[in-house]
């Protein structure tokens, strides 16, 4: 009995992992302008008109203003998330092929102040 216990805790505990690994990168916030995605955070998400999909074009002090989602060396791609890799040699998410990156100026979930800045950055919309 104690080993039927042991198995259906384990299957449990590494169904419950898989999950956790196969999670999508990002989630959802409400916002003045609906929902949109966000990092773990908690943090607005942008995209980049300047970007293909695939490739970011958004380096040095754009990057500083525009923090890209990064991804982990080991992380998936599962459905709509990809993972690019940028040219400093890190791997940033992205959805649907266009990268993803936070907002400097942003301070609190829900924040949106980069949408349209420059015209060229529009909210992450899931």
């Known amino acids: 009995m104690k080993s039927a216990k042991f198995l259906i ?10 999950a956790a690994f196969a999670a999508e990168p990002v989630m959802t ?6 929902k949109v ?10 995209t980049f008109k300047k970007d293909t999909k695939g490739v970011s074009n958004c380096y040095d002090q754009c990057a500083k203003n525009w923090p890209p989602l990064k991804a982990a060396s080991d992380a998936k ?7 690019i890799d940028r040219k400093d040699g890190t791997k940033q998410w992205a959805k649907d092929g266009m ?15 980069g949408d349209g800045v420059g015209g060229n950055w529009e909210l992450a919309k899931p």
């Open 9 to 18: 805790a384990f299957a449990v505990a590494s169904a419950a992992a898989t």
């Open 29 to 34: 916030v409400e916002t003045a302008k609906g």
């Open 37 to 46: 995605l966000a990092g773990e955070n908690g943090m607005t998400l942008y």
């Open 77 to 83: 791609a599962d459905g709509a998330y990809s993972i």
């Open 99 to 113: 990268p993803l990156y936070f907002w400097v100026k942003d301070t609190k979930k829900g924040d949106i102040t």
